[in-house]
């Protein structure tokens, strides 16, 4: 059985990532505090900004694969975007290119610009903000260090077996009685974890050959407005009638850093068979108990 170390096994898409990963093969977890993670996945201690804590714990268990999902997201600590994203993530492709080991580097449609939708596979990255740009430095820097590297640019990650960042802080706000501000001209695909789990646990194992960038998301383009409503209902969060506010980001100069329209091309994904259900077929599937 291969050995996958996996990076943010404590975060969102970690905690589907690390049980899915670990019917195909071996797991090691990794998280700054290993403890916050179940036996069942070997973990170990690693902490991105740490060099020698990188290069160290690769060494010591000696992966066939990594599959790097720890990153800071916006609005967590913006110092931290630059170091984890882009240095730590060029710390890890570098530990992994010594020991001929492969790389799935999980990537973002924040390194699009929003303008020039739909993004093919081999787009150039063109960040208007600094979580993108801290991005699109690390899959530059993991693909510079490790050939053998795989970066897959996804969008905003849910799941219906526990609500997502984004629906919960909406949940939050609601529930203290304020307003909710959504976009209505904010184009996503948002992605089921466990499609892209399950994807990035291919491209680990099966599609060993493929590197450069792909996209993966849901096949689903809709706006940000829509989907946040979407997942409200799901969860069965009460929102009063007036609780929402639409607004368009477009033209506005203090939302300059949202991407507006990142649509992504999934055809390298489809052609390899990788599962991409949109978000209505995805909650279709979930009430007819599929
Ligand atoms: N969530 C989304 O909608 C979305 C959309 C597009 C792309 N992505 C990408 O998908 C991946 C997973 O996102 P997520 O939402 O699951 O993230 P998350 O819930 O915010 O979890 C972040 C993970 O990163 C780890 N981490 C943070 N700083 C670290 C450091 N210095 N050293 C080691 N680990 C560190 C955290 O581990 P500890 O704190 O336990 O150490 C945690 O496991 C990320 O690459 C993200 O950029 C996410």
């Known amino acids: 059985m291969s050995t996958i ?40 201690a690693m902490d991105l900004c740490d060099k020698d804590s990188v290069f160290n714990q690769v060494n010591a268990v000696q992966p066939a694969v990594i599959i ?20 730590g993530t060029g710390y890890l492709a570098e530990a992994a290119n010594r020991i001929g080991c492969r790389l799935v580097l999980v990537s973002t449609d924040m390194v699009h ?8 596979d081999d787009a150039d990255p063109s960040p208007i903000n600094d979580y993108g ?29 526990s609500v997502d960042r984004g629906t919960l802080g909406f949940a939050n706000r609601l529930a203290d009685g304020h307003t909710l501000t959504l976009f209505s001209d904010v184009m996503r695909q948002p992605v089921w974890r466990d ?13 060993s050959d493929e590197t450069g960038v792909i996209n993966i998301a849901g096949n689903q383009l809709v706006d940000r ?33 949202v991407p507006l329209n990142v649509e992504m091309s999934l055809a390298r994904a489809q052609a390899l068979g ?13 009430r007819k108990g599929l």
């Open 68 to 87: 790097h999902a720890a990153a800071i997201n916006p609005g967590i600590d913006d110092s931290l975007l630059e170091p984890v994203n882009h240095i």
């Open 195 to 207: 499609a892209l789990a399950t994807s990035l646990v291919h491209l680990a194992l099966t599609h």
């Open 133 to 161: 740009h801290s991005k699109a430095n690390g899959e530059r820097a993991a693909l510079s260090a490790n050939t053998n590297t795989v970066a897959v640019r996804t969008s905003l990650i849910y799941g219906l077996d």
């Open 225 to 257: 407005a829509t989907f946040g409503e979407m997942m409200l209902k799901f969860w069965e969060i009460p929102v009063a009638h007036d609780a929402i506010e639409y607004i368009q980001a477009a033209g506005r100069n203090d939302l300059a850093g």
């Open 5 to 44: 170390l996996i990076t943010g096994g404590t975060g969102y898409l970690g905690q589907r990532l690390l049980p899915i990963a670990a019917e195909q093969a071996k797991v090691v977890a990794t998280a700054r505090n290993p403890r916050a993670l179940s036996r069942l996945y070997n973990p170990c």
């Open 274 to 286: 990788l599962p991409t259900p949109g978000v209505n077929e995805v909650i279709e599937q979930h």
């Open 113 to 120: 610009d929003g303008r020039s939708a739909p993004y093919a």
